[in-house]
C-alpha cells in the first residue's frame, strides 16, 4: 500500500509540474524543421551599449547598395532625405499593406531591421543623470533606400496603392519603384550617366595643347 501511494503521489506531482510547464509556456511548439520567423522590429540580440543619435551612412564612396529591388517585382524608396523610422512606425505601414492585399497572393519584403535604441529622458529634467531610459526600437534609413518590396500575383495599380496607404503612415516622401528600374547614387538616378562619370571632377581639364595656358610668374595676377 506504501508503495502504491508513493507511485500514486510521483505520478500526480509529475503530472503537474508537466501542466505546470505547459502553462507556463503557452507559446511551446512541437519539433519541426522550420525556423522561427524573426521578428524585423525588434534586435536578435540587445545593444552592448546605449546607442547615440546619429545619422544615416551616407554612401561616399560611389555605393548604389540597397536602391533597387532585388527580391520582388515592386519596391517602395524613401526620396526626399535620410530619416529615422521607429518601429511602431514601420509597423503600421506593413499592416498598411496587409489589410490592402487581404486575400491576395503575394509576399512582403523588409529591407530594414528597428535595430537602433532610443533612449529619452523625462520633460523638464535637469542636465546630465546619464543618458535616460530606453523607449523605443528606430531604424536609420538613408536617401534612396528601398524599405519594402512586393512579390506575387499582383497587379502594378494595385501594388502603387497598396505603397501609397504605406507611405502615408511612414514620415518622409517615398516613390514607387519597379524591378530593373536604375540604381541610385545618393540622389542621382544612374539613368543614362554611369558610376565612373559621376565620380569625376565636374569641371573639365583642359588637357589640349591649344587651350593650356602656362603659368608665369608675371603672368599671375595677385
Same mark, same amino acid.
Given at each position: 500500500?506504501?508503495?502504491?501511494?508513493?507511485?500514486?503521489?510521483? #505520478?500526480?506531482? #509529475?503530472? &503537474?509540474?508537466?501542466?505546470?510547464?505547459?502553462? =507556463?509556456?503557452?507559446?511551446?511548439?512541437?519539433?519541426?524543421? &522550420?525556423?522561427?520567423?524573426?521578428?524585423?522590429?525588434?534586435?536578435?540580440?540587445?545593444? $552592448? +551599449?546605449?546607442?547615440?543619435?546619429?545619422?544615416?551612412? /551616407?554612401?561616399?564612396?560611389? #555605393?548604389?547598395?540597397? &536602391?533597387?529591388?532585388?527580391?520582388?517585382?515592386?519596391?517602395?524608396?524613401?526620396?526626399?532625405?535620410?530619416?529615422?523610422?521607429?518601429? $511602431?512606425?514601420?509597423?503600421? *505601414?506593413?499592416? $498598411?499593406?496587409?489589410?490592402?492585399?487581404?486575400?491576395? !497572393?503575394?509576399?512582403?519584403?523588409?529591407?530594414?531591421?528597428? !535595430?537602433?535604441?532610443?533612449? &529619452?529622458?523625462? !520633460?523638464?529634467?535637469?542636465?546630465?543623470?546619464? +543618458?535616460? %531610459?530606453?523607449?523605443?526600437? =528606430?531604424?536609420? /534609413? $538613408?536617401?534612396?533606400?528601398?524599405?519594402?518590396?512586393?512579390? *506575387?500575383?499582383?497587379?502594378?495599380?494595385?501594388?502603387?496603392?497598396?505603397?501609397?496607404?504605406?507611405?502615408? +503612415?511612414?514620415?518622409?516622401?517615398?516613390?514607387?519603384? +519597379? %524591378?530593373?528600374?536604375?540604381?541610385?547614387?545618393?540622389?542621382?538616378?544612374?539613368?543614362?550617366?554611369?558610376?565612373?562619370?559621376?565620380?569625376?571632377?565636374?569641371?573639365?581639364?583642359?588637357?589640349?595643347?591649344?587651350?593650356?595656358?602656362?603659368? #608665369?610668374?608675371?603672368?599671375?595676377?595677385?
Amino acid at each position: 500500500m506504501a508503495s502504491l501511494s508513493i507511485s500514486s503521489r510521483s #505520478s500526480s506531482s #509529475s503530472s &503537474t509540474c508537466w501542466r505546470h510547464l505547459t502553462h =507556463a509556456r503557452p507559446h511551446a511548439r512541437p519539433f519541426t524543421s &522550420t525556423s522561427v520567423r524573426p521578428n524585423w522590429l525588434i534586435p536578435k540580440t540587445g545593444e $552592448a +551599449k546605449k546607442s547615440r543619435k546619429g545619422r544615416p551612412r /551616407v554612401p561616399t564612396g560611389g #555605393s548604389t547598395r540597397g &536602391t533597387t529591388v532585388e527580391w520582388g517585382d515592386y519596391g517602395l524608396r524613401l526620396l526626399d532625405h535620410d530619416r529615422r523610422i521607429s518601429a $511602431a512606425q514601420l509597423k503600421n *505601414g506593413e499592416d $498598411a499593406i496587409r489589410k490592402r492585399l487581404r486575400g491576395m !497572393n503575394f509576399r512582403l519584403y523588409m529591407r530594414i531591421c528597428a !535595430n537602433i535604441g532610443v533612449y &529619452t529622458s523625462g !520633460n523638464e529634467s535637469r542636465m546630465g543623470k546619464g +543618458k535616460g %531610459k530606453f523607449d523605443y526600437w =528606430a531604424s536609420r /534609413v $538613408a536617401v534612396s533606400k528601398i524599405i519594402f518590396e512586393l512579390k *506575387g500575383e499582383l497587379h502594378e495599380k494595385v501594388a502603387r496603392e497598396a505603397f501609397r496607404l504605406a507611405g502615408n +503612415k511612414l514620415p518622409g516622401v517615398y516613390e514607387f519603384v +519597379k %524591378k530593373g528600374d536604375p540604381p541610385v547614387m545618393g540622389i542621382t538616378k544612374l539613368q543614362g550617366v554611369t558610376a565612373e562619370e559621376l565620380k569625376r571632377p565636374r569641371r573639365k581639364l583642359l588637357v589640349g595643347p591649344e587651350e593650356m595656358v602656362e603659368k #608665369s610668374p608675371a603672368a599671375t595676377v595677385v
